[in-house]
């Protein structure tokens, strides 16, 4: 199947400071990647979606301007948590689209704002 | 709008047994229906889909899935556990409204002991 890069895989950060996280697909261009939350033990929440070329769709409840997506090529998209607080902490996983039909996982990034 | 539904937090299967993850379905029209699997602090990785054609669609990993349609039923089953399939598993399906954002249910912890 088709690959995709998430890093980095665990980030640790003080509160008040901002974390990037990058979604990189290698081995296809994916025009649309996608950014999800995912708490312990729960299912994945679609955070938004990130369109090359153009501003990313956030899903309702999801703050545009803490959680920045850039979509600056067809093979990375990154995902910018602004001024990280504990709340904050969780697990991000990306995907991006190939073909038609199918979404490639990344392998997560584990965030703990302390 | 599409939603899929697992009734089952868990199951546990001894290897060597059968297993089935059961996952129901409701959508407006045709359904685009999928299976991921998850390992611990990873990713999502695609197993299986349903879009058209046979009810009994083959994946990765020797899993396999029945679509029913007058159930609305997708359940996702290997002839043969191993201790090795032991994951979290996703039914997910795909949002005809909003094109190609999954929604997935809540995720079934599968078990497989020795």
């Known amino acids: 199947g088709a690959v995709v890069s998430q890093h980095p895989s665990w980030v640790i950060c003080k509160s008040g400071t901002s974390v990037k996280i990058e979604c990189r697909s290698l081995?296809?261009?994916?025009?649309?990647m996608f950014w999800y939350r995912q708490f312990p033990k729960q299912s994945l929440m679609l955070m938004a979606t990130?369109?090359?070329?153009?501003?990313?769709?956030?899903e309702q409840g999801v703050e545009k301007d803490k959680f920045l997506i850039n979509h600056a090529s067809l093979t990375l998209s990154t995902l910018t948590v602004t001024s990280a607080h504990p709340e904050d902490s969780s697990f991000y996983i990306c995907s991006a689209r190939y073909r038609a039909d199918i979404q490639y996982f990344g392998a997560g990034t584990r965030l703990s704002v302390l | 709008a599409q939603s899929v539904a697992q009734p089952e937090d868990q199951v546990n299967v001894a290897e060597g047994n059968p297993l089935t993850v059961k996952c129901t379905y409701s959508?407006?029209?045709?359904?685009?229906l999928f299976w991921y699997v998850q390992y611990p602090n990873r990713g999502l990785q695609f197993l299986l889909k349903y879009i058209t054609g046979d009810n009994l669609v083959k994946g990765s990993y020797g899993f396999e899935a029945e679509f029913n349609k007058s159930q609305t039923s997708f359940h996702l089953k290997k002839p043969s556990a191993l201790v090795s399939d032991s994951a979290l598993y996703f039914c997910?399906?795909?949002?005809?409204?909003?094109?190609?954002?999954?929604?997935f249910g809540a995720g079934t912890t599968v078990t497989v002991r020795a």
């Open positions: 959508v407006s029209g045709n359904p685009y």
């Open positions: 990130s369109n090359e070329g153009s501003k990313a769709t956030y």
């Open positions: 081995d296809f261009q994916a025009t649309t």
């Open positions: 997910a399906v795909r949002d005809m409204e909003n094109d190609y954002k999954l929604s």
